[in-house]
């Protein structure tokens, strides 16, 4: 895999992942959905959402997000692309015990620490063939 390849994949991962943390900060300015609440009260909160920055951004970086995943897949395999798509729980992972102080215990640095491995071990995979 060439450095281009490789910088759109991880242009994809990485636009994914802020997608995923803004959208958890426009969840967050709601708080806990309810389900059970009603119709009147789950579309208020729907509305409130469709208006929140933080789920804007985070739509339109998933937008981009598959726009840049299909120009990476036409120049690499799916099966070496799609695990690449780890490396995007990794960064959330560390982004939101940063800035949510989500916490994150030993066990999930391990589960970290074996998916950077994983990746490492698929990326270099392409190389050898």
């Given at each position: ?33 309810s389900l059970t ?41 799916v099966s070496m ?49």
């Amino acid at each position: 895999m060439n450095a281009s390849t490789f910088g759109l994949l991880m242009t994809g991962v990485l636009l994914n992942a802020a997608a995923q943390l803004m959208l958890k900060a426009g969840a967050a300015s709601v708080g806990a959905i309810s389900l059970t609440a009603g119709a009147s009260a789950l579309w208020r909160t729907g509305l409130q959402l469709s208006l929140h920055p933080g789920i804007l951004g985070g739509l339109a970086c998933y937008v981009l997000s598959v726009v840049v995943w299909i120009v990476a897949l036409s120049r690499v395999d799916v099966s070496m692309a799609y695990p690449m798509l780890s490396i995007g729980y990794v960064v959330n992972a560390l982004l939101a015990w940063w800035l949510f102080g989500e916490a994150v215990n030993a066990q999930r640095w391990a589960g970290i620490a074996i998916i950077i491995l994983g990746v490492v071990v698929i990326a270099r995979s392409g190389s050898a063939a």
